[in-house]
C-alpha cells in the first residue's frame, strides 16, 4: 500500500524558513505530479504549488519568489522550501501525488494524500 509522509513542519518567526518533506512509501513505479496544499484555520484548503514528473512548477501568485517545490525521483520524495515566512502562511500543509505504483492487484494509479503538516508563523 502507498503512503505518503510528510515532515518538516513547526513554529518560525516572521521572515524564517523551513523545509517540508513528502515521502512516498510502497512499491512504486512512477510519479506524475506532486503537489502542496494548505489549508489555514476555517478556509479551504488550497493549492500552492505543483512539480511534474518532468520538473514543470507552477506556484499560487502569494508565494512565488518566496517557497520552491522540488522532487527527487530517486528517492520518491518531494520537497516544499518555504522561505521569508509570513503570518498568512499559517497552515497545515498537505502533500498529494498522483501516482503508479503495484500492489497485490497489479499496477495501480491513484491520488494519494499526505497526513497534513502544521506550519505557524509568529513572533
Known amino acids: 500500500q502507498v503512503q505518503l509522509v510528510e515532515s518538516g513542519g513547526g513554529l518560525v518567526h516572521p521572515g524564517g524558513s523551513l523545509t517540508l518533506s513528502c515521502a512516498a512509501t510502497g512499491n512504486i513505479v512512477h510519479i506524475m505530479t506532486m503537489d502542496w496544499y494548505r489549508q489555514a484555520p476555517g478556509k479551504q484548503r488550497v493549492l500552492v504549488a505543483s512539480i511534474s514528473h518532468n520538473g514543470a512548477t507552477t506556484y499560487v501568485d502569494s508565494v512565488k519568489g518566496r517557497f520552491t517545490i522540488s522532487m527527487d525521483t530517486a528517492k520518491n520524495t518531494g520537497y516544499l522550501q518555504l522561505n521569508s515566512l509570513k503570518p498568512e502562511d499559517t497552515a497545515v500543509y498537505y502533500c498529494?501525488?498522483?501516482?503508479?505504483?503495484?500492489?497485490?492487484?497489479?499496477?495501480?494509479?491513484?491520488?494519494?494524500w499526505g497526513q497534513g503538516t502544521q506550519v505557524t508563523v509568529s513572533a
Open positions: 498529494n501525488t498522483d501516482i503508479f505504483y503495484r500492489d497485490d492487484l497489479g499496477s495501480q494509479r491513484n491520488i494519494i
